[in-house]
């Protein structure tokens, strides 16, 4: 408490009332009122990290796929297998169960 009166009373005797007033109202306006304000400041940045997580995961899914297109184009047995798993695909005589 004591340490606020010292405060106070320095910025009182370096400037005027009306001075300290109109340097409250512009803190006040620049932090907590305009558009680009304390608040909406912390939402951009938790924003900024969201999308910035988004952005590592889609580069490693990337990777995987082109990893996984690469085994594709270089193996016809993978082809075969793929088209089994994800289309059910089978051959002419050939009965598919599918367990779930």
Do not use: C, P, W
């Amino acid at each position: 408490m004591n340490f606020l009166k010292s405060i106070f009373r320095y910025l009182t005797t370096r400037y005027t009332k009306i001075q300290l007033l109109i340097m409250l109202v512009i803190i006040v306006f620049a932090f907590f009122i305009s558009e680009s304000n304390i608040f909406a400041r912390l939402g951009y940045d938790n924003k900024i990290r969201e999308l910035n997580g988004q952005i590592e995961y889609y580069r490693d899914k990337t990777v995987e796929d082109k990893q996984k297109l690469k085994e594709l184009e270089s193996d016809k047995d993978r082809i075969e297998k793929f088209a089994r798993e994800n289309y059910l695909m089978k051959r002419e005589n050939e009965d598919v169960f599918i367990v779930e």
